[in-house]
């Protein structure tokens, strides 16, 4: 589903990516864990090619990209394919909760109103804002807003979500509750990345660990391992100052 092999990334003389490979099947969860400024985010913005990369190459299904990144057609069809919810909500401040929902079906995949205000009222009621659909971003909360994004990933029917840090701006309660939408749909099938510093949510959801330490990957493995017998020294610091 999604194959990055030799991902290098340069921002002027600092290499910010440094030789990154990674695999994720369909219907798998890979976690990324690490230290702050491992490059984990960039790696997310460099397969949704939001940021272009110096060398390597980022395969998503059938959508390839090199250093020269995506445009036109192929920019279109990887939009459509992975879906990215980010630390920040990112929502239209002027458009209700539902609107929100339906506004990227309605561009992006020319649905007419109904049908996309059909799929987004689907979408909220899955994440638990059925009751919300009126509201603008400002009148509800923080766990609530970030729920709102992911069904706005959701309603472009993405084979794949990046998640960047989704709970990062949450306080405990509305971290719980966003990370429990996230694993309703771990449960449900989706393909997705999640880069978090939720040590038990990678560790009870996960399919796959990666941990990254200053560009590179330094350690991959199931949750078991990577959490009770991790090979790597960074692994073991950092997971000793968070746990």
Same mark, same amino acid.
Not at 34 to 44: F, Q
Not at 188 to 192: A, C, D, L, S, V
């Given at each position: 589903?999604?194959?990055?092999?030799?991902?290098?990334?340069?921002?002027? !003389?600092?290499?910010?990516? @440094?030789?990154?490979?990674? $695999?994720?099947?369909?219907g798998?969860?890979?976690?990324?864990i690490?230290? +702050?400024?491992?490059?984990?985010?960039?790696?997310?913005r460099c397969?949704?090619?939001?940021?272009?990369?110096?060398?390597? $190459?980022v395969?998503v299904? @059938?959508?390839?990209?090199?250093?020269?990144?995506?445009?036109?057609?192929?920019?279109?069809?990887?939009?459509?394919?992975?879906?990215?919810?980010? #630390? +920040?909500?990112?929502?239209?401040?002027?458009?209700?909760?539902?609107?929100?929902?339906?506004?990227?079906?309605? $561009?992006?995949?020319?649905? @007419?109103?109904g049908?996309?205000?059909?799929?987004?009222?689907?979408?909220?009621?899955?994440?638990?804002?059925a009751d919300?659909?009126?509201? !603008?971003?400002?009148?509800?909360?923080?766990?609530? #807003?970030? $729920?709102?994004?992911?069904a706005?990933?959701?309603?472009?029917?993405?084979?794949?979500?990046?998640? @960047?840090?989704?709970?990062?701006?949450l306080?405990p309660?509305?971290?719980?509750?966003?990370?429990?939408?996230?694993?309703?749909?771990?449960r449900?099938? #989706?393909?997705?990345i999640?880069v978090?510093?939720?040590?038990?949510?990678?560790?009870?959801v996960?399919?796959?660990v990666?941990?990254?330490?200053a560009?590179?990957?330094?350690?991959?493995?199931?949750?078991?391992?990577i959490?009770?017998n991790?090979?790597?020294?960074?692994?073991?610091?950092?997971?000793?100052?968070?746990?």
């Open positions: 589903m999604i194959e990055v092999q030799d991902l290098v990334k340069d921002h002027g !003389r600092l290499r910010v990516l @440094d030789g990154v490979s990674l $695999r994720v099947a369909r798998e969860v890979a976690a990324v690490g230290p +702050s400024g491992g490059g984990k985010s960039t790696l997310l397969i949704n090619a939001l940021e272009p990369f110096t060398s390597g $190459r395969q299904g @059938d959508i390839v990209l090199g250093p020269d990144g995506a445009h036109g057609a192929t920019l279109l069809a990887l939009r459509r394919t992975v879906g990215m919810v980010f #630390q +920040s909500f990112n929502l239209f401040p002027h458009l209700s909760v539902l609107e929100n929902v339906a506004i990227g079906p309605r $561009r992006a995949l020319h649905a @007419d109103r049908a996309a205000e059909a799929l987004a009222r689907e979408l909220l009621e899955r994440v638990g804002l919300k659909l009126a509201a !603008r971003p400002e009148q509800v909360s923080g766990g609530q #807003q970030q $729920r709102v994004a992911i706005r990933a959701l309603a472009m029917r993405p084979a794949a979500i990046l998640f @960047d840090e989704p709970t990062s701006a306080d309660r509305m971290a719980a509750e966003v990370l429990a939408v996230i694993g309703d749909l771990a449900q099938g #989706q393909t997705m999640v978090t510093h939720a040590i038990h949510f990678a560790r009870r996960a399919t796959a990666h941990v990254m330490h560009g590179r990957i330094v350690e991959s493995g199931p949750p078991e391992q959490f009770a991790p090979r790597s020294e960074v692994t073991r610091d950092f997971l000793a100052h968070v746990e």
